[in-house]
C-alpha cells in the first residue's frame, strides 16, 4: 500500500488526503491514510466524476425552451380560462336550444295514486259504492297546438342565444391573442431596457475609474469624480427599476400562460418590422366589416325583437290537444275489485283558453320589452363608433411608432461615437465629465427611445389587428 508521500508523487493537483482528511500531512509521518477517511474521499470522487460528464444534461433541464410569438398565442389560447369559460358557454347555449325544441313535442306523464278513505261506503241496493283501499294509475299525452307563437319565439331566442355565445367565444379569442403579444412584446422591450441600463452602468463605472485615477494624480478637482459618483449611483437605480419592470413582464407573461409566477422566461427576439402598409379608410372598413363585437350586437337586437314578439303572446288564446288513460282497483295491480264498476277508462280533450283581461299587464311588458329592444338597437350603434374611435386611435398609434423607428434608428451610432468622442477628450483633458456624462446620457435616451418605438410599433399594430378584427399571430 502507498504511504502519503509516495501518493503525492503520483497525483495531479492538490491531494485529496488535503480535501478528505483532517490530518495534516506533516503530522502523518508517512502513515498510511487512516480507513474512515476513505468512504469520504471515494464520494468526492463520484461526485465530481458525475458533474463532470452530465454538465449538458443539467443545464439542458434548467434551461427553459425559447418561446416564439406564434407559440405564445397557442400556448395562451389553450390555457386562459376566460376563453375555456366561453367554451362552456357554448355547450350552455347549445343545450339551451335544444331543450327549447322539446317542447314542440307531445309531453307524456304516468301517474301512480293510493287513497285510504275514512271507511267503506256501501248502498243498500248497489252494494259498495266506494271501498276503503283505492289504486289509480293514470297515463296522459299533451300536445301544445298553438301558444301565440310562444313557443316559436322562445326556439328562436334560443338559436340567437347559441349563435351570441359562438360570437362570444371569437371575441374572447381575439382578445387572448392581443394579451398575449403585449404580454410578448413587454417581455422583449423590459429585458433590452434592462440592457440599455446594464450597458450605462459598465460606462460609467470605467469613466469613473479614470476620473477617479486622475483626480488622485491632481490633474482633476473632486467635484468632477463627485459627479461620475453622483452620476453612477443615479445610474445603477435605474438599473434597478429596469430589472423589477422585467421581472413584473416576466411574471405577467407566466400569468397569462398560467404558469408558475417565477418560472424562468426565454423569448425569441424581434427585431425586424414590417411596414404597416394600410390605410386608415381600409382600416375602417375591415373593422366594420369584421368586428365580432358588431355581430353580438347585431344578435342582441335580434333577440330583443324575439322577445318583444314573446310578449305579445298573451294577445291570443292557447289551444291544446291530450288524453288521458286510467286504471282502478282495491289492490296495487290496479285491477279493479268490491266497488269499482269499469276498472279502466280513457278520454280525449280539447281545450283552449284566452286570458282577455288582465288590467293591462300584456300591454305594459309590450312596452317593456320594445324599450330593451331600443336600448340594444342604441347600442349597437354605440359599438360602432367606439369601433371606429379605436380604429383610428390605434393606427395613429402605430404610425407614430413607426415614424420613431426610423428617427432614432440612424441617431443611435450618432449618439454612440459622440461617446466615444468625449471619453477620449476628457482623457486627453480638452473636455469636462460633464460632457461626458452627458453624452452617456444622451446615448442611452437614444437607445431607449429606440427599443420603446420598435417594441410600442409591434404592441400598437397588435392593437390594430384586433381593432380590424382580425387574428394574425404576426
Known sequence: MLTWPERRRWSFGPPLRDQCNPVPLDMMDGKVMPYSTLPRCLAIIVMVAGLWGAPASLWAQATPDTLTLSATVEAALGANLDLKSAEEGVRSAQAARDAQKTYFYPAFNTAYQYTRFYEKKTSAFLGTTVPKNEYVWSASVTQPVFTGFALLNRYRMAELGLDLAGVMK???????????????FA?????????VAQEAVTLLTAFRKVAKDFHEVGMTPLNELLKADVELANTRQELTVAQNNLALARSNFNTLLRRPLHDPVRVEDVLDHAPLGLTVDRCLAEALENRREIAASELEVGIGEKDLALARKDYYPKVSLGGNYYRLGTDPDVNGGDGISDPDSWEI????????????????????????LNQARYRRQDIEDQIRLSVEQAFLKTREAETNIEMVRTAIG???????????QYKEQVATSTDVLNARTLLSKTMTNYYNALYDFKTAKASLYRAMGRESAE
Not at 170 to 184: E, F, G, P, S, T
Not at 350 to 369: I, L, M, N, P
Open 170 to 184: 371569437q371575441i374572447a379569442r381575439q382578445d387572448v391573442i392581443l394579451a398575449a403579444k403585449r404580454a410578448y
Open 187 to 195: 417581455v422583449l422591450k423590459a429585458e433590452k431596457l434592462v440592457s
Open 349 to 372: 280533450v280539447a281545450s283552449a283558453s284566452w286570458d282577455f283581461w288582465q288590467w293591462g299587464r300584456t300591454g305594459h311588458g309590450v312596452r317593456e320589452k320594445a324599450g330593451r
Open 414 to 424: 450618432q449618439a454612440r461615437e459622440n461617446y466615444r468622442i468625449n471619453e477620449e
